[in-house]
Nanobody
Framework: VQLQASGGGWVQDGGSLRLSCATS????????VGWFRQAPGKEREFVAA????????RYGDSVKGRFTISRDNAKNTVYLQMNSLKPEDTAVYYC???????????????????WGQGTLVTVSS
């Protein structure tokens, strides 16, 4: 399984960005793709996750109502649409994947065996 994250960049407070995570080698319909972020000096934080087959989604409390995760089956790509960005959203964003991750565990980085390389998002005030 390989993951390639892209779409990061610089944006002003209140702006929008869309991140992409291109996946390959997906092995089951119970595939879950998650987005995490890590700011300097902070622990990795759960952002959002989507189950490939059901499209069921889950969001971290800090991004609910502002971020939307979705997937394109034909392109094997997961997107993270980020609106109303704030300076505190500044971080390196990673996509990660795993099979059969139960819903209650989708917020835990250790449940995801596959990780992309990260893409930097900078939100200026």
């Amino acid at each position: 399984v390989q993951l390639q994250a892209s779409g990061g960049g610089w944006v002003q407070d209140g702006g929008s960005l869309r991140l992409s995570c291109a996946t390959s080698g997906r092995t089951s319909s119970n595939y879950v793709v998650g987005w995490f972020r890590q700011a300097p000096g902070k622990e990795r934080e759960f952002v959002a996750a989507i189950k490939w087959s059901s499209r069921h989604t889950r969001y971290g409390d800090s991004v609910k109502g502002r971020f939307t995760i979705s997937r394109d089956n034909a392109k094997n790509t997961v997107y993270l649409q980020m609106n109303s960005l704030k300076p505190e959203d500044t971080a390196v964003y990673y996509c990660a994947a795993g099979n059969s991750i139960i819903q209650s565990s989708q917020t835990m980085p250790a449940q995801y065996p596959y990780w992309g390389q990260g893409t930097l998002v900078t939100v200026s005030s």
